[in-house]
């Protein structure tokens, strides 16, 4: 899956479409993140949302107003921390989702009508739903298969097996239950157990997620 997006339909990655840019940071970004297309749907370009720490990382902030399915209604959205791959580690520098997040904001920086991270590339003014996001996943991990010349095994939601992906991923890179738990918004190791726990090969490139030990800024911008 991540060969196809090192494909030419994908890199270079600032001198291809649109759609293949937006493609390939929706995917890298939801497999980076553990998260619910719902809060990556939430996440917003504003300039304060976005913070560039100084280790690389990106510290990104979801719209004040998304209430995640595990957050109490008087609890700020949680921000999300993109962390980058770097020379040394494993995987391919061209996969790094801090590098996709950042190629697709220059490429999308003539917007004005929407505080969305994540846009339609044919009509940037069409409004987006978390199913839109879903969808693309799903396109991403069909033609993957299809790059490769291998039958698509039965799935369930492709986003959601994203999500299963990246925490069964972390888990074995040996990432406590704490902070997996923490990071992808589980209140239950068991959540993850019965539902998300995969049986993986390793990966051509690391899965990050974020864990308590990281260094952060995770000051929520105000309102005004």
Known sequence: MLTYLNSNKFEPMCQVSLEAITLKTTFLLALATGKRVSELHALSRQQDYIVKRTDGALILHCNPLFLAKTQLPDMRPKPIVL????????GDLSLCPVRAVNC?????????????????????????????????????????YAFADVPLPPMRRASHEVRALAA????????????????????????????YLREVAPLTVQVRLPTREEPADHSIPSDS
């Open 168 to 195: 069964s991923h972390a888990y074995m890179n040996n990432v406590s239950l704490t902070d997996l738990l923490g990071a992808v918004g589980w209140s239950s190791s068991s959540t993850f157990a019965k539902h």
């Open 83 to 90: 962390l980058p791959l770097k020379p040394g580690e494993v």
């Open 104 to 144: 697709y904001l220059q490429a999308t920086n003539s917007v004005s009508h929407s505080d969305r991270l994540l846009l339609r590339w044919a009509s940037k003014k069409a409004q987006i739903f978390p199913q839109t996001l879903s969808s693309w996943i799903r396109r991403v991990i069909q033609e993957a």
